[in-house]
């Protein structure tokens, strides 16, 4: 059974860059053809998919977030890692890691999602 498990600080100032890491277990992110995902969801909004990073280390990122992401992955820990720069209050919201395989937006993994507020 795959689990995964989102971490990171809570709260983070506008203008500094927001550092989220999902270590996952019961499977590996090197896995063939697996995806592994950043999702967040702002308050009153939808769920927004930001990115990913496939089983090959490959990056695939949001047009709208592009400039702001970095996706990376630890393979020794079984970890990946969401860099998000430049934060705004707009940036609050909870964030997922999810994964699944077969395609960058096939989720049959989530994490229980962390909770990042922008504020000074």
């Known amino acids: 059974q795959v689990q995964l498990q989102e971490s990171g600080p809570g709260l983070v100032k506008p203008s500094q860059t927001l550092s989220l890491t999902c270590t996952v277990s019961g499977g590996s992110i090197t896995t063939n053809n697996h995806y592994w995902s950043w999702i967040r969801q702002a308050p009153g909004k939808g769920l927004e998919w930001m990115g990913a990073i496939g089983y090959s280390g490959s990056t695939y990122y949001s047009p709208s977030l592009k400039s702001r992401t970095a996706i990376s992955r630890d393979t020794s820990k079984n970890q990946f890692t969401l860099q998000l720069s430049s934060v705004t209050p707009e940036d609050t919201g909870v964030y997922h890691c999810?994964?699944?395989?077969?395609?960058?937006?096939?989720?049959?993994?989530w994490g229980q999602g962390t909770q990042v507020t922008v504020s000074s």
């Open positions: 999810a994964g699944g395989p077969g395609a960058v937006a096939r989720y049959d993994y």
